[in-house]
């Protein structure tokens, strides 16, 4: 089992930079490929980044591609989302999941475990 924490969420202004945190629990972190997701208000929750398990492969939402930069520390169990250049189409809940799987994937369904969420806000 598998435990998330998102951490770093926040309200800056549009253009702005936040770095939201994932800590995992657990000694298997590295057996897990990780994801950012977010939802907005009314929106279903939407694939953002992504990073395999030993953090050589990344793929990301074309809508962020160039902004956000996904990376993980294997040996503090945590995933980063640096995110530049905030717009206010940014603005959601960010959730990371945990994917028993070797590789990223895009798809809600692949991820087994989420955290609970860090708040993100871009004001215009």
């Known amino acids: 089992q598998v435990q998330l924490v998102e951490s770093g969420g926040g309200l800056v202004q549009a253009g702005g930079s936040l770095r939201l945190s994932c800590a995992a629990s657990?000694?298997?972190?590295?057996?897990?490929?990780m994801g950012w997701f977010r939802q907005a208000p009314g929106k279903e929750r939407e694939f953002v980044a992504a990073?395999?398990?030993?953090?050589?492969?990344?793929n990301y939402a074309d809508s962020v591609k160039g902004r956000f930069t996904i990376s993980r520390d294997n040996a503090k169990n945590t995933v980063y989302l640096q995110m530049n250049s905030l717009q206010h189409e940014d603005t959601a809940i960010y959730y990371c999941?945990?994917?028993?799987?070797?590789?990223?994937?895009?798809?809600?369904?692949?991820?087994?475990?989420w955290g609970q969420g860090t708040q993100v806000t871009i004001s215009s």
């Open positions: 999941g945990a994917s028993y799987s070797p590789y990223w994937s895009r798809a809600v369904r692949e991820y087994d475990y």
């Open positions: 657990g000694r298997t972190f590295s057996s897990y490929a």
């Open positions: 990073i395999s398990r030993g953090g050589g492969s990344t």
